[in-house]
């Protein structure tokens, strides 16, 4: 294909043309950029509303592979097209059994209505990466109804999926002993929508009761969303139209102003991350000596940290 | 105190010349750079070996305020001196429980031997700033043989913990249910030391034969620290002086060389957070209407990204 041409048959939504979109983005080749622009272009001629873009994030082992599988299964019962952004851990200790879940995914290999895609995280830990946020564009402009990002909820990425996503769905699995105090702070403060995966364990109700509880003591008023907490079972399929309906229900409060407001943040986050891997390169390029100076006494930092700015 | 006067305090080790120097520090002043240069100088001539940078992280819940004070009350039987600079969370869902744990390290305010002190992370997700690197700094420059940094394990912090010290020390509870695959991917691997707290509770035994079976999967040979498992009720004090131990035989592990590259990896640590920093306030600066465009597919992220550079 050649690029004008890859770029029709993207804009005519050939899913082919979608994959080759997204591989030349992941590697950062300059011919992605005509492609990104025509999806952001396609993305905006349609209006704030038109692709629900989901985050989904939660402990490994809370069943968001398998959620995530589910949704899918439902929204196509639906009618609707899904686009699906697993970015994976290169954890020795998770990774056999995360890809042990997607494989799972593969089973709509043969729905053109689906398109499932795994993309490298920044090591281990890392966050999301500028790619990430190219990726979902390149969905979104392939006129997906849904583009899903599936991320491992560890370090960076777990805090990034909300700048990422128009709505953060947060995998939680019925407490083991702890109660509240368990889940993690902060992380709850990112979710649009929680659901109380393996409902069928024992627990499920205090945890749900207890993630109640929680809420009530942040400060809110009419202004603020709370997020629905919803029992599910991804494994039977229990309680996804639930979540589902959770989604289009913090769509309907944000509204058009507010979804247009979340898509700015999502593009200022790509570009701040485009930034930061520019001058995290850049440092790298440097001599570790500057470094080691620094530890020595010899140099302040704020004076090392100057000196790569201006290195431009 | 004017300014040299001070640099003499801080140099002769006067605590509320360290206490002055860290507010200096806190609120980013250049009246900070020279005590800052001054600390590292001092740390410098001590070697590598000097002072035992520890931080400590694991979930809300893990009990590791508490631990952090059963290390105090060890260290301090031991006849060395201790500072803890503890990162405070500003969630509201875990804000106070934290903060009571805190309120136990007071009681040894009249040891002369332990200064400890808070700071705000830089919102409830953020990651460590260069001013906790600073301080951490300060607190080794005046001359402590022990400093201890706590933070939440939560999101970045989690990950910067390892960055920022010479050894990271993980706190985890039994488990409740889901066994290994409930263990945070990734944070695993930045552990040198993990502390399997609350073991008098049910499942202590599982866990740590789970923890030593995960290590068993990933590849490692001769050259390879693998993370002592240790049982402790940081409650009682029990375990504590096994782990002082398991950090030390890490410290005998790395070696004077293994130290040297820790601190340069500090240090760079540092530069870049500073780096960081400044990108991220340059662009804070930029209107809004940058992203809007990028949001509207009118700019391309690349192109937004090299203006933000360029406008050094």
């Not at 942040?218 to 079972?233: I, K, N, Q, S, Y």
């Not at 790298?284 to 500057?290: E, N, Y």
Request: hydrophobic content about 45%.
């Amino acid at each position: 294909m050649t690029a004008p041409d890859l770029e029709t048959r993207f804009r005519a939504g050939d899913p082919r043309a979608l994959a080759r979109a997204i591989t030349l983005a992941e590697s950062g080749l300059p011919a992605a950029r005509p492609l990104l622009r025509a999806a952001r272009e396609i993305a905006a001629s349609r209006g704030p509303g038109g692709t629900v873009v989901l985050g989904v994030t939660g402990s490994p082992g809370s069943g968001k592979s398998t959620l995530t599988d589910a949704l899918i299964t439902y929204l196509r019962s639906q009618g609707k097209r899904v686009a699906v952004l697993a970015v994976d851990p290169s954890s020795p200790y998770s990774g056999g059994a995360i890809l042990g879940d997607r494989i799972r995914m593969l089973r709509h290999h043969a729905d053109e209505g689906v398109f499932v895609r795994s993309l490298a995280s920044r090591g281990a830990l890392g966050g999301l990466s500028a790619h990430t946020m190219q990726v979902l564009a390149l969905m979104e402009g392939a006129g997906f109804d849904w583009v899903i990002l599936e991320t491992v909820g560890v370090g960076q990425s777990e805090v990034d999926v909300a700048a990422a996503c128009d709505h953060t769905l947060l995998v939680l699995t019925p407490a083991g002993g702890d109660g509240v105090q368990a889940f993690k702070a902060g992380i709850m403060e990112i979710a649009d929508v929680i659901a109380v995966n393996k409902a069928d364990l024992p627990g499920a109700d205090r945890t749900v009761r207890e993630l109640l509880a929680a809420q009530g003591l942040g400060r809110h008023d009419e202004h603020t969303w709370l997020a629905p907490v919803r029992r599910t079972v991804a494994q039977t399929g229990e309680g996804i139209d639930k979540i589902v309906a959770a989604v289009l229900a913090h769509r309907a409060f944000l509204g058009e102003a507010g979804l247009r407001e979340r898509r700015t943040h999502r593009a200022e986050f790509e570009v701040r991350t485009l930034v930061q891997d520019r001058v995290l390169k850049r440092a790298r390029g440097v001599s570790g000596d500057l470094y080691a100076r620094v530890a020595r006494g010899e140099l302040d930092a704020d004076t090392a940290a100057d000196a790569l700015l201006a290195e431009a």
